[in-house]
């Protein structure tokens, strides 16, 4: 029932900017914290971002601080990540993510995942 459907990703050059889009479905989305998380070949799945419910408390990963935005229009049942000053090493596929009332860094406590879109920055 619950759906997360992500924006087309893309190809990058290194310092470039990107803007990533998920849409929920089958949920009540102000009631649900939202985030997304990462996956490199060959690596595991790694937090990237969370957004509270209202969207008071953020969190980001070490290494997407100071470049990384995530925001959420609950109007819209849309969370946002936008990405700026991207590195070859931000090459992954990003996954949208949701759980009730407080999002984990913890990719086995989230239970509902978007497919998964690919961006590639390259150098």
């Known amino acids: 029932q619950v759906q997360l459907v992500e924006s087309e990703g893309g190809l990058v050059q290194a310092g470039g900017s990107l803007r990533l889009s998920c849409v929920a479905s089958g949920l009540s989305f102000s009631n649900y914290a939202m985030g997304w998380f990462r996956q490199a070949l060959g690596k595991e799945r790694e937090f990237v971002a969370a957004?509270?419910?209202?969207?008071?408390?953020?969190d980001y990963a070490d290494s997407v601080k100071g470049r990384f935005t995530i925001s959420r229009d609950n109007a819209k049942n849309t969370v946002y990540l936008q990405m700026n000053s991207l590195k070859p090493e931000d090459t992954a596929v990003y996954v949208c993510?949701?759980?009730?009332?407080?999002?984990?860094?913890?990719?086995?406590?989230?239970?509902?995942w978007g497919q998964g879109t690919q961006v590639t920055v390259s150098s």
């Open positions: 993510a949701a759980r009730t009332l407080v999002m984990s860094r913890d990719k086995n406590n989230v239970p509902y």
């Open positions: 957004i509270s419910r209202n969207g008071a408390y953020i």
